[in-house]
């Protein structure tokens, strides 16, 4: 008897390979479960929704020229940036040798000595292209020169300077906008792969848990949650991705806590919570997903991030609890060991083994019932309108 008392006392932390979303609490092989519906944001935060068949949305794009730009990937607006230099010098030698041909400056050898050409030692279109590079690029070298013979060829000279300056101005602002974005301090947040169900405070809780990889502190934050699944309205209206919030506390007074370590969340399962219904016999037979999105403001640059995550019910084990990483080092530091960030372990409170079968009989026959009433109120709902 004392043995097997032993035996269910001691815990051992426990390691998720998350890559083949095994359960740990269950028994079940992961090939068994149902097929669920595609995530709508992934496990790195990335959305997996595509806008289609949008009326003039190309047209949309260019009205909102900043933003495209800034949102475009850097090899697109590395070939952008190179492409417009090119083709402004390009466009403007093509004008600066127009005019030189309209003027005649090409027919050197009909020059009296006393006329003087619109620009100086342009007798191509390559002295035209290298003389707006080397005009728009302020080298100068000093053979290509304009000259006061042709009003029309200085107002380009000025247009041309004017124009560009502007396009620089613009590439140049949306390099720096994109560079300071605070999307890749956002990657150094770092969620549990995976989140648990425990009972913390005496409440049954939905823990996740959450940690700043970097030093710089990150200010005023907050977490929150959305519940995505299927829904169906009183009159009979299928919701594909119904919303609904997920409010998460942590142990601070403060509603903005101080991520400086590892920090746990949780969301309380009581009646005013869209997952009151969760159970262990339930939750893998579930079709949700629960999105987590952290803001916060940088310190150092007081921009605000955010970081997003995503949890399906495959990634939620029952009974279990995260072990601790923080402790207190010889010399009085504080250490996170990030060795045990995504280690669980079964949880301490034996309720979680010892179920009420009754009571856990008598729920589903609830529910069965109430789901029944639903069907028969959307049926009569139906027939009334015909």
């Not at 380009?156 to 300077?161: G, S």
């Not at 399962?269 to 339930?282: A, K």
């Amino acid at each position: 008897m004392e043995n097997k008392r032993t035996e269910a006392v001691r815990m051992e932390p426990t390691k998720i390979n998350m890559s083949r979303v095994a359960l740990v609490n269950g028994g079940i092989d992961s090939a068994m479960l149902k097929a669920h519906k595609p995530r709508v944001m992934s496990k790195s935060g990335h959305s997996n929704v595509r806008i289609d068949k949008v009326d003039g949305i190309y047209l949309l794009y260019l009205q909102d020229l900043w933003t495209t730009v800034i949102d475009m990937k850097w090899r697109y607006k590395l070939t952008l940036f190179a492409a417009t230099f090119i083709m402004t010098w390009f466009l403007f030698g093509v004008i600066y040798y127009a005019i030189a041909f309209l003027h005649g400056d090409l027919e050197m050898n009909k020059f009296s000595p006393k006329r003087e050409p619109c620009v100086k030692n342009v007798d191509s279109l390559t002295g035209a292209f290298l003389f707006s590079l080397e005009s728009q690029t302020t080298i100068g070298y000093g053979f290509r020169f304009i000259t006061e013979e042709c009003p029309h060829a200085i107002f380009l000279l000025v247009a041309q300077l004017v124009i560009t300056t502007l396009i620089e101005i613009f590439i140049t602002g949306t390099f720096l906008a994109k560079i300071a974005r605070p999307k890749k301090r956002a990657e150094t947040i770092k969620f549990s792969h995976c989140a648990v169900i425990t009972k913390h405070n005496g409440e049954l809780c939905l823990v996740i848990r959450v940690a700043n990889m970097r030093k710089s502190l990150l200010i005023q934050c907050q977490l929150s949650g959305k519940l995505l699944q299927t829904y169906e309205t009183k009159e009979g209206e299928r919701i594909l991705l119904n919303q609904a919030s997920v409010k998460f506390n942590v142990d601070s007074s403060s509603e903005s806590p101080f991520l400086i370590l590892p920090l746990t969340f949780y969301h309380i399962l009581d009646e005013s919570s869209p997952l009151r219904d969760l159970t262990p016999q339930n939750l893998k037979e579930k079709d949700f997903e629960l999105v987590v999105l952290l803001n916060a403001t940088v310190e150092s640059t007081s921009a605000v991030c955010q970081s997003r995550t995503s949890y399906i019910p495959e990634e939620i084990h029952w009974g279990y609890e995260f072990v601790p990483v923080v402790s207190l080092s010889p010399n009085g530091k504080y250490v996170a060991d990030f060795s045990q960030f995504e280690k669980i372990r079964r949880s301490t409170d034996s309720t979680f083994y010892s179920v009420d079968s009754e009571k856990q009989k008598l729920e589903e026959k609830y529910r069965q019932e109430d789901q029944r009433e639903r069907e028969l109120r959307t049926m009569l709902l139906q027939q009334s309108n015909v």
